[in-house]
């Protein structure tokens, strides 16, 4: 599967930035995508995930509240709404997905993944 993000770019703290991830192909039987990030100084960590079979997401505590994921079928896309945005947000956020649906949110910890996006940069000034 490929994955092609886009939407990242410079913003201030307190604003809002919407990613996409547009996927080629899913698995007929279910999946997992999701976002993960990689922050200066940090180690990457897993942001939030959807289930493609019941639409169950799944967020980290820093990012409960702020961000929200869904996904298009018809268009294989997902997408992760960011809001409130604080310098801490800053990093490299990279899509990724499992072709499996039954991890829940311990697929927040994985630190490998079946297919990653290139990545695309989210910047916040404060």
């Known amino acids: 599967v490929q994955l092609v993000e886009s939407g990242g770019g410079l913003v201030q703290s307190g604003g809002s930035l919407r990613l996409s991830c547009a996927a080629s192909k899913f698995s007929r039987n279910g999946y997992t995508i999701g976002w993960t990030r990689q922050s200066p100084g940090k180690e990457r960590e897993g942001v939030s995930c959807?289930?493609?079979?019941?639409?169950?997401?799944y967020y980290a505590d820093a990012v409960k509240g702020r961000f929200t994921i869904s996904m298009d079928n018809a268009k294989n896309t997902v997408y992760l709404e960011m809001k409130d945005l604080i310098p801490e947000d800053t990093g490299v956020y990279y899509c990724?997905?499992?072709?499996?649906?039954?991890?829940?949110?311990?697929?927040?910890?994985?630190?490998?993944?079946?297919?990653w996006g290139q990545g695309t940069q989210v910047t916040v000034s404060s």
């Open positions: 990724a997905a499992d072709p499996f649906n039954n991890v829940g949110a311990n697929w927040l910890k994985m630190l490998s993944h079946s297919s």
């Open positions: 959807i289930v493609s079979t019941d639409g169950t997401t």
